[in-house]
C-alpha cells in the first residue's frame, strides 16, 4: 500500500467512474490497491442492486418501528402504488431483510416485519441520514 497526502478534495476512481467526496484533511491515508478497489466496487455494486430503487430503504425504516399490514404500509409511506409495494416487499423478503406472516383468520391477516438482518443496516442507514441532511444544507446554501 502507498503513502500519500490528501488536501481537502479527494478523488477517488474506480476504473472510468471518478467521486469526488469532500474531506477533513487528512495528513497521510493509506490508499487501497487495485485488487482492493475492485473487491470493493463488487461489494458496492451487490449492495446497490439488493437496495437499489427509491423504495426499498423507506421500507425497511418503515417496518423497523414496528410490524405493519399492507395497508399500514401504504398509508405510511405516500406515493407507492400497491403494486411497487407488492414487488419491493417481494424482492426484501428475497433477500432476508422483510418477513411476511400468514395469519389464518377471517379474512386472512398478513404483517410484513423488518428482520434482524435488516437491522445490520442501521449503521449505513445513519450515514446515508447524515450525508442527506449535509447534501441538504450545502444544497439550500447556494
Known amino acids: 500500500m502507498q503513502k500519500r497526502a ?3 478534495r479527494k478523488v477517488v476512481t474506480f476504473r472510468k467512474v471518478c467521486i469526488f467526496a ?3 484533511t487528512i495528513e497521510y491515508e493509506i490508499l487501497p490497491t487495485k485488487d482492493e478497489c475492485t473487491g470493493s466496487l463488487k461489494n458496492v455494486i451487490d449492495a446497490m442492486y439488493v437496495l437499489n430503487g427509491k ?3 423507506a421500507l425497511i425504516l418503515c417496518l423497523v418501528q414496528s410490524s405493519k399490514r399492507f395497508n399500514e404500509i401504504q398509508k405510511e409511506i405516500r406515493g407507492i402504488s400497491p403494486k411497487v409495494l407488492a ?4 424482492d426484501l423478503e428475497l433477500n432476508y431483510l422483510v418477513t411476511r406472516k400468514v ?4 379474512p386472512v391477516s398478513i404483517i410484513y416485519e423488518a ?3 435488516s437491522r445490520t443496516l442501521k449503521n449505513v442507514l445513519g450515514e446515508l441520514s447524515a450525508w442527506g441532511e449535509q447534501h441538504r444544507m450545502k444544497i439550500k446554501g447556494k
Open 55 to 57: 423504495w426499498k430503504l
Open 87 to 90: 414487488n419491493e416487499l417481494k
Open 115 to 117: 428482520t434482524e438482518y
Open 6 to 8: 490528501v488536501s481537502q
Open 22 to 24: 469532500m474531506m477533513k
Open 103 to 106: 395469519y389464518s383468520t377471517t
